[in-house]
T-cell receptor, first 113, second 114 residues
Framework: GAGVSQSPSNKVTEKGKDVELRCDPI?????LYWYRQRLGQGLEFLIY????????KSGLPSDRFSAERTGESVSTLTIQRTQQEDSAVYLC???????????FGPGTRLTVL | AQSVTQLGSHVSVSEGALVLLRCNYS??????LFWYVQYPNQGLQLLLK??????LVKGINGFEAEFKKSETSFHLTKPSAHMSDAAEYFC????????????FGTGTRLKVLA
């Protein structure tokens, strides 16, 4: 497709379970970003990938959160031992380069019961 | 450190009326500023951006914003609201040279009344 896609669109899980969220960036975009959007709050930066450089993980809230990206393609955000406070919309974005406009996907709404 | 404040989490306007969504920022360096719109169940879409060129920035769908350094503001306006403008709007700031760590405001949900 032409835009950033994310899957699943909705995920309901039980506290303590692991979840994986997927992001397919726009083809050719070297930069990829993950954000978290809690109810009533702005977007929080989580992690940034640029090409083959080491990712910037400075926004990850705890060691239960991790993300991977293979080359300049798909990225997976993994949350281990989910907690209720992890409930949020997780947004992925990609851009041609670091200083270019970020294009956002529709997000994955995660609900932890 | 950069920060963004959006005044009013909900704004209602009548169709045809002026839209004004407020954004104030804090930045220790000349900022890049953005307005994004989010329609239900969709990702964020860039409306417009300020990158230190003209202080009055025109965006898509008839929106514009003016960078006022003295007031540290970047308010979003549209002369005449349309029903299709109903959405959530986010102001964001980034650091010098367009650093990728955008800082977003908490958003303003715009409701347009018939």
């Amino acid at each position: 497709g032409a835009g950033v896609s994310q899957s699943p669109s909705n995920k309901v899980t039980e506290k303590g379970k692991d979840v994986e969220l997927r992001c397919d960036p726009i083809s050719g975009h070297t930069a990829l970003y993950w954000y978290r959007q809690r109810l009533g709050q702005g977007l929080e930066f989580l992690i940034y990938f640029q090409g083959n450089s080491a990712p910037d993980k400075s926004g990850l809230p705890s060691d239960r959160f991790s993300a991977e990206r293979t080359g300049e393609s798909v990225s997976t955000l993994t949350i281990q031992r989910t907690q209720q406070e992890d409930s949020a919309v997780y947004l992925c974005a990609s851009s041609l380069g670091t200083n270019n406009e970020q294009f956002f996907g529709p997000g994955t709404r995660l609900t932890v019961l | 450190a950069q920060s963004v404040t959006q005044l009013g989490s909900h704004v209602s306007v009548s169709e045809g009326a002026l839209v004004l969504l407020r954004c104030n920022y804090s930045s220790s360096v000349p900022p890049y500023l953005f307005w994004y719109v989010q329609y239900p169940n969709q990702g964020l879409q860039l409306l417009l951006k300020y990158t230190s060129a003209a202080t009055l920035v025109k965006g898509i769908n008839g929106f514009e914003a003016e960078f006022k350094k003295s007031e540290t503001s970047f308010h979003l306006t549209k002369p005449s609201a349309h029903m299709s403008d109903a959405a959530e709007y986010f102001c964001a700031v980034s650091g010098p040279s367009g650093t990728y760590k955008y800082i977003f405001g908490t958003g303003t949900r715009l409701k347009v009344l018939a």
